[in-house]
Structure formats: C-alpha cells, structure tokens
C-alpha cells in the first residue's frame, strides 16, 4: 500500500508540474464565426479550394438562400467564369492556381447577395493585392467566360484575349497535358 500511495502521487506531481511549469499553455480550437447576414464586400480566410471555380471560407452562414449549405462554411461560386469539371484537361491546373493564390490566405469576396442551386454565394474573388482571381483564371486560359449566367464585357474581352494568344484550354497541341 506505502508503494502504490507514493507511485500515484508521483504521477500526479510530475503531471501538474507539466501542465503548470511546462511553459506552453493548452491548444485551444478557434470557432468558426457564424452570421445570418452576409456582409458586402465579405472577407474571411479560405479554407479549402473546391475546384477551380469553387472556394470555401472560414464563415459559417446561417442565414437564407444558402439551402442545404445552412450552417455550414460558406461556399464561393466564381461568378461570370466557369473552370473545367473534374477528369477533364486543366481541372487541375485551374485548382492548383487557386489553391496557389487564396489557400489560407484571407480574401474579399465582392457578391450581390445571390446564391446558386447548391448554396453557393456567387461573386468575384479579391485577393490582398487587388487581383481579381475570377480574372486570373480567364486570362490564362483556365475559365471561360459564363455567358449563359454572364454578359460583362470585360470576361469576353479576356476570353477573346486568352482564345487569341491559344493559351491554357484554348491550346489545341497542349490540351491534353493540361491533366
């Protein structure tokens, strides 16, 4: 009994001492902030790189219009672009360029307060350097412009431009390496 009673409080002495000398207080997980409101221009950290087109932010939005995406981190769809789906050339070189730019990285999201189908918030991605990533994309031919959804001018000009210079998915002899 004599050796099991100092066995134990030995444990518990070397224990306090590291929580309380050790000299690194306890890892406490930061929480995510919720809103039921979007703020316009939105800035917030991202998260995780969905596709090429598609961002999600360290937000969670309770509010409407997100649907099934309710309570969960806010997703940004590029608006007026559209990058190429997954398995098809250039999926990832257009997502690697996002993840380049905006991963971890706390960005301004410029919205009208409109969501897709799928909860989605649509609007342009402004990185801290002022470049607009929706732009990025088209000109380096890794988006096209979304005419079905989109009729800005200047998102046809930087397809025309991209088209013309055959860069990225308007490259005909490369458009198989772009895997």
Known sequence: MHFTFFKTHRFLAVFVFIIFVGGSSPVVAQAIPKTDKVPNPLKAEVIAIQDGDTIELKLIYTGKGAGQ?????????????????????????AKQLVADRCFRQTVEIRHKGEFDRYGRLLGEVVLKNGEVLNKTLVENGLAVHFKKYSSDQEYAALEKKAQQQKIGIWNPSTVNLGK
């Open 69 to 93: 995406r309710t309570g969960k981190p806010i997703r940004i769809r590029f608006l007026h672009i559209n990058c190429p789906e997954r398995g098809r050339p250039y999926y990832n070189v």
